[in-house]
């Protein structure tokens, strides 16, 4: 069997893909400005005392909406020589717009119903859509990365509690507030907080093994990681990923799979249920010259397969 299909091992550019997170005040944005000429996506205008000293500031994108997000990564992928780092301060902000996007399509949909719209909360398909809006952000950053350009992602943290008994919920740690399992998609996760004045990063993952995990720094910087990211390894021409393109592979294969299985007569009732009233007629009118008939559950199948050519 041939393996072709595989890409070889070699050395090759990549941006480093970082999540930088804590409470306000630790030092999250002044962190994310070490790193060398970055695009910022401030969402909390948190970044507007520092315009003026920071050097290394290509451009700022002011706004919290998902779509202006995904825009601008869109571009940023044409135009990867014109920077080195992509920040987005924060991504708490960003996940909270799509959430708040998706409430008040809820209460729209409550409000035409007849319904309470302070009953209206968000459903399971409407969380579902969450989970995919977030999702294509993800493989959007990776696919930047994968170009050489880092990516800083900065988020508010959310204290962890556990039930301790008798109606006591304790604090046993924090994390950051975004996407659920976004932190995975990192190389470097990356906790700040302040204590006794000072500033410091505690290191929960690192795959460039610069840190090691559970490490404590004192005023972290892009410097501890630079000479990693120069290093040979990281050199030579990128290797760009689309995942977002697998993704949508397999959504078509699994639409396929589903439709295989089911009976003839529920893929043409699905397939009705997504056209218009002007659609659907049309619809009727070319199947019946195509079959000479209507009756679905009647026909034969070489009937069937001049229906399913229809529908493709």
Known sequence: MSLDFLRKPNSRKKGLKMLVYGQTGAGKTS??????????VDSEDGASWYESTA???????????????????DQLE?????????VVDSETKIYENIQEALQSVEETRAARKGRDVLDANLSVRSWGK??????????AKIRLASQGVNVVSIAQSVDVMEDAGNGTRVKVGEKPNMAK???YDYDVVLRLFIEDGKYYGQVE????KTVPLGKTIENPSFDIWKARLGAKDNQGSSVAKDFSKDTEKSQQAYTEEVEGTLPFADRVKEYLQGLDAAGKKQFVVDMVEATGTKKVNDMNKEQQAKVLALMK
């Open 31 to 40: 962190f994310a400005l070490s790193f060398p000429r970055i695009v910022l």
């Open 55 to 73: 050097k290394n500031l290509v451009g700022i994108l002011d706004t919290q909406s998902y779509d202006d997000l995904e825009d601008a990564l």
């Open 78 to 86: 044409e135009n990867t020589d014109e920077l080195d780092t992509f």
């Open 130 to 139: 969450i989970k995919q809006l977030a999702s294509r952000l993800q493989n």
């Open 181 to 183: 399992n976004a932190a």
């Open 205 to 208: 993952k690192d795959r460039t």
